[in-house]
């Protein structure tokens, strides 16, 4: 189960912001084999002074409109499938929104099985 924050600046549209979160969604699906239902996302908006972002970092440019998405994800997935996931959500947000692939910043957080609760109290994945 992965579970998504996704950071934005308040100026998107609506139409934008579903896109945003239709792309990450599928970008998990198609590269970690993520089950389509398993969908979890809390989705921020923020005004421009709330997301504070180095004007360049690493030799990339950003800028005050960017997104910002952090992924809780079981541990154990190969670097491959990382940097497939991060390239594909990357340019999905470009090619369907006005921010562009520098400003989409990721930051993937793995977790092991056990510490998770699907409700009721209870850690279905701990063996």
Known sequence: MPLVRIELPASLSP???TSIS?????????TMNVPVQD???????????????????????HTSHAAII????NEGRA??????????IAQGIAQHTSIKTS?????LVEVKKENW???NGVAQYAS
Do not use: C, M
């Open 15 to 17: 139409t934008e912001k």
């Open 22 to 30: 239709e792309h990450v969604h599928r970008a998990l699906v198609e």
């Open 39 to 61: 969908k979890f996302q809390i989705i921020s908006e923020h005004a421009a002074d709330g997301l504070v972002l180095a004007p360049e970092y690493l030799s990339i440019p």
């Open 70 to 73: 952090q992924i809780f994800l």
């Open 79 to 88: 670097t491959a499938l990382k940097q497939a996931l991060y390239a594909q």
């Open 103 to 107: 400003d989409v910043i990721i930051n």
């Open 117 to 119: 609760s699907f409700g």
